[in-house]
T-cell receptor
């Protein structure tokens, strides 16, 4: 069964460094998402992406964050200058459509630790 | 806020018993989805119920939706130790074409062998 994959599974970085989290969505899906979950807290929406542009972003997704679909398969989240509070599990998700009637399938996550 | 809230926060049962978890939300929705998360792992999609549906089954899972009360329940029948996990409901917003999901804090289910 097709699934969303994410790399790396765990990323440790120093505060102020740039990180890129990578995702390969399910191949025939059109909508892509990033969510994050700080330890012990809710899963929070960051951004949605469709047709090579951001569809919606939350207040968390500030200028330090960017997303890109550099080719036909990868979907990346970049954090330009990491802060301690960026430490979280980051989940990529994809969906066949954004109509609200389709499931979002999540990847296994990347645990980001900022020291 | 659209966010769903699960109830109870924690549930502890014996294998073979049924587990019922509830979710409430605040605004109109297109659909409601339930996810499972094993400790420190990814989110596994369990079931989606649309706003015009009242009940849905998938194996040992039964989900109900009451849009008048803005609530949903997830029933796991004949629970197993492997069902131990956190369970989250996630809602979108009515009319949304973008699919943003709002998650609750989850119910931590522990099933004792």
């Amino acid at each position: 069964e097709p699934e969303v994959t994410q790399t790396p599974s765990h990323q440790v970085t120093q505060m102020g460094q740039e990180v890129i989290l990578r995702c390969v969505p399910i191949s025939n899906h059109l909508y892509f998402y990033w969510y994050r979950q700080i330890l012990g807290q809710k899963v929070e929406f960051l951004v949605s992406f469709y047709n090579n542009e951001i569809s919606e972003k939350s207040e968390i997704f500030d200028d330090q964050f960017s997303v890109e679909r550099p080719d036909g398969s990868n979907f990346t989240l970049k954090i330009r200058s990491t802060k301690l509070e960026d430490s979280a599990m980051y989940f990529c998700a994809s969906s066949p459509s954004g109509s609200g009637y389709n499931e979002q399938f999540f990847g296994p996550g990347t645990r980001l630790t900022v020291l | 806020s659209q966010q769903g809230e699960e109830d109870p926060q924690a549930l502890s049962i014996q294998e073979g018993e049924n587990a019922t978890m509830n979710c409430s939300y605040k605004t109109s929705i297109n659909n409601l989805q339930w996810y499972r998360q094993n400790s420190g792992r990814g989110l596994v999609h369990l079931i989606l119920i649309r706003s015009n549906e009242r009940e849905k089954h998938s194996g040992r899972l039964r989900v109900t939706l009451d849009t008048s009360k803005k609530s949903s329940s997830l029933l796991i029948t004949a629970s197993r130790a492997a069902d131990t996990a956190s369970y989250f409901c996630a809602t979108d917003a009515r009319g949304s074409t973008l699919g943003r999901l709002y998650f609750g804090r989850g119910t931590q289910l522990t099933v004792w062998p």
